[in-house]
């Protein structure tokens, strides 16, 4: 379109996006004259520190504001609170699961609260650690190791010596879910072919973990003292200081 190349002219980096170029677009076509936006007082379009603040906060309180409730709180512009959510603040919109590879700044606080409270107790309690039990699940792939005579062909003398890595990782694997304490492993299992990961199978879980702390720890089982700290394969706290 002529008026979206003229746009990026003569307004480079600053120019309103396609979609909302090809919107005022038909407006103009059908008639409207006035360039004023429909909202009250005009809509800020500066990515500034204190703007971000404000949307950071927003977030914190009500993580589900979609782009355009954000914009029409703040009075900014669609497209520059796009920009400040998902490259100011460095996050994304997923539907109903977590995916982060790196901690965005509302995980980080939340790990920091965390943190504080088990510091909190370990320094008023001397056997607050010694009494936690954490659980973590990992996937175990299966390795093939090649023989040298396996890893040996035939070359030309003018070719290169073949490579032998250490080691292949085959398709096959298990989750493997493992429980420890201060004093080492209390519990693993491996999750059996074909089993699907639901809370039928964590309750199974959990209920062969309490019967290894009745067994291997019977200070903690006699007590009812120990404290799970129960972490999954994305890294994300479940639940701390849960008693059994």
Known sequence: MKTLEMLGKCFGSDTLKKTAVYEWHE??????????????????????????????????????????????????AYGSMQDIVINGLGLRRVAAKLVPKELNFMQKRDRVVIAKDMISKAESDSTFIKRIITGDETWIYEYDTQSRHQASEWKASNEPKPKKPYRFQLKKKAMLTVFMDYNGIVHHEFLPEGQTVNKEYYLGVMRRLREAVR??????????????????????????????
């Open 27 to 76: 407006r103009f076509k059908s008639g409207r004259e006035c360039v004023e936006d429909e909202r009250s007082g005009r809509p800020s379009t500066l990515k500034t520190d204190e703007n971000i603040n404000k949307v950071r906060e927003m977030l914190i309180n009500n993580r589900k504001l979609t782009i355009r409730e954000l914009a029409e709180d703040l009075n900014i």
């Open 215 to 244: 067994q291997k720890r019977k200070d903690l089982w006699a007590n009812n003292s120990w404290i799970l700290h129960m972490i999954t394969h994305r890294r994300t706290v479940l639940s701390l200081s849960v008693n059994f």
